[in-house]
């Protein structure tokens, strides 16, 4: 089913729904359409209107509150870490330094191994460069590989206030996508040049 790009009163991006949920808001009242299909029709016994492609609210819907608890996951780590590498490297001098890692070196170490128990939780892993995961640390503790952990793993904390953020992620394979991208980003971006 097609899939229809919905943006909030504000004209930012919102969320992605089926057409079914779309018609079921038109007969409410709570959209207007935006931009719609220049061939293809919905018909029914008493309505027949374009495709719709993009809709906009009518009410501002509010930003979700991100959820107390976090999700693990593998980018979950590296957003908790920055993408810093939680063992310390060491310069030609020996002194410690923190290494951000590049997005082809960047890599899920567990502390305590899971070949010896350890879980994919947030207490036991840690963002780390491939260098230390696969040469360095292997198949041992940070104490068994004498390497030092720049702080020890644990929960994300949230801040008050954080929202969920939501971002547009282009498909070229959906056709309403390739719409809002070719027909109403640029119709948009024209009319604030002027």
Same mark, same amino acid.
């Given at each position: 089913?097609?899939?229809?790009?919905?943006?909030?009163?504000?004209?930012?991006?919102?969320?992605?729904?089926?057409?079914?949920?779309?018609?079921?808001?038109?007969?409410?009242?709570?959209?207007?359409?935006?931009?719609?299909?220049?061939?293809?029709?919905?018909?029914?016994?008493?309505?027949?209107?374009?495709?719709?492609?993009?809709?906009?609210?009518?009410?501002?819907?509010?930003?979700?509150?991100?959820?107390?608890?976090?999700?693990?996951?593998?980018?979950?780590?590296?957003?908790?870490?920055?993408?810093?590498?939680?063992?310390?490297?060491?310069?030609?001098?020996?002194?410690?330094? &923190?290494?951000?890692? !590049?997005?082809? %070196?960047?890599? @899920? #170490?567990?502390?305590?191994?899971? *070949?010896?128990?350890?879980?994919?939780?947030?207490?036991?892993?840690?963002?780390?460069?491939?260098?230390?995961?696969?040469?360095? &640390?292997?198949?041992? !503790?940070?104490? %068994?590989?004498? @390497? #030092?952990?720049?702080?020890?793993? *644990?929960?994300?904390?949230?801040?008050?206030?954080?929202?969920?953020?939501?971002?547009?992620?282009?498909?070229?394979?959906?056709?309403?996508?390739?719409?809002?991208?070719?027909?109403?980003?640029?119709?948009?971006?024209?009319?604030?040049?002027?």
């Amino acid at each position: 089913m097609t899939s229809v790009i919905v943006l909030n009163s504000n004209y930012e991006f919102w969320t992605e729904v089926t057409v079914h949920k779309v018609l079921k808001w038109i007969s409410k009242n709570k959209i207007e359409i935006v931009l719609e299909h220049e061939s293809e029709e919905i018909r029914s016994i008493t309505l027949t209107i374009k495709m719709p492609v993009v809709v906009r609210l009518l009410n501002f819907v509010s930003y979700k509150i991100k959820g107390e608890i976090t999700q693990y996951s593998d980018q979950a780590v590296f957003n908790r870490d920055s993408n810093i590498c939680q063992y310390y490297h060491r310069d030609e001098n020996g002194k410690k330094y &923190k290494y951000q890692c !590049t997005e082809d %070196e960047t890599t @899920i #170490d567990h502390v305590l191994p899971k *070949s010896r128990g350890g879980k994919s939780t947030f207490e036991n892993t840690v963002c780390c460069c491939r260098w230390h995961n696969e040469v360095v &640390k292997k198949n041992m !503790t940070p104490e %068994e590989a004498g @390497i #030092d952990l720049i702080r020890k793993p *644990s929960m994300p904390r949230q801040k008050r206030g954080d929202f969920a953020v939501f971002r547009f992620a282009y498909n070229p394979r959906r056709l309403s996508h390739v719409y809002y991208m070719e027909k109403w980003l640029k119709k948009s971006f024209t009319h604030k040049i002027v």
